[in-house]
């Protein structure tokens, strides 16, 4: 008796069996999905590849961020004599900043809905809504750094000062350079349009947003909302 | 499908058909989908943020548990992000970056808790400042 004489629901109950999600199987059941990476169904298609590059390198840079939290967490009591956290930490200010950061975030993910609807104009408009609050976040945190700085308060002044305007400023730094890249990218979809490339682009400029914002959160917690009970 | 940067069928926009899809990846569900996933990352961090600057400011948590609250409030809200904007999910095509995160994990874990391990024991053995200024010649 070969397997082809089972009546239809029985296969169809082993296959259920046999693999309950459907992993790794297109949605109406046409079989395996190609070109997802997990080796099955051939090389994986290049979105997925630079999707996964540059993963990676958000990923080494969120190290290189936990090196400046693991200075900071260290040098956090080593003031000198010098201003502590408390003296420094505005909380409305930060609670500003952080609303900024997360609405830019927020309408950076509608900028990637249109770009998947192909929309131009919607794009343009959220890619710069996005850059707006981003430079009033950058601005914010310029701000802050000149009244600390005309309050004598300077990275030379103590450990915790060098840890604490290295962490933020490399913070802020990253933001203002992926404010570059999106003036950069808007130009070119306004240029070249949803081409592969740019929409690879377009992705990798979203997910380096985004892991900004996530590096963000970090900074709010153990840097001011912990630092202002300090 | 072609996997060729020129392929003049991918220039059409029409991207491939296929279920899930990896951070950077580009899905094949409609737009409405992406304003879904934005609007409930929007809702949750909104909750969680705003939950994390009452903690700090409140007095009706006992003031050692506060860190901890922040803590917790920061981690979920970095799981929300990468959940809803960077659409970390486990389907398949997901493997090598889920994987890759659970390395970026590990690094970033052993580099903060072991530095303020390590330098919190070399300050507590360290001789107090008073000592040291003594036995200099």
Known sequence: MSDSSLPAAVAALRRLREDPHRLGHSGHGEGPAEGIGSGGTGPATKRVIVGYGFWLFLLSDIVMFACFFATFAVQRGATAGGPGLPQIVEVPRVAWETAALLLSSYTCGLSFAATNARSLLWTQVFLLITGLLGLAFVGMELQEFLSLFARGITPQRSGMLSAFFGLVGLHGLHVTLAGLWLLTMMAQVQVKGFRREIVHRLICFNLFWHALDIVWIGVFTIVYLMGSRA | ?137
Not at chain 2, 2 to 21: F, I, K
Not at chain 2, 103 to 111: C, D, E, P, S
């Open chain 2, 1 to 137: 499908m072609s996997d060729r940067e020129d392929d003049p069928y991918d220039y059409t926009g029409a991207l491939d058909h296929r279920e899930d899809h990896a951070p950077g990846d580009a899905p094949e569900e409609s737009a409405g989908h992406w304003i879904r996933n934005a609007n409930l990352g929007l809702g949750f961090s909104v909750l969680l943020t705003a939950a994390a600057f009452w903690a700090a400011q409140t007095h009706l948590i006992w003031a050692p548990a506060v860190p901890v609250a922040l803590i917790v409030f920061a981690i979920a809200q970095m799981g929300v992000h990468l959940v809803f904007f960077l659409h970390v999910t486990t389907g398949p095509d997901n493997t090598n970056n889920v994987l890759a995160l659970a390395f970026g994990i590990l690094v970033v874990f052993l580099i903060v808790a072991g530095s303020i391990w390590i330098m919190g024991h070399l300050n507590h053995n360290m001789m107090p400042m008073s000592q040291l200024e003594q036995m200099q010649p």
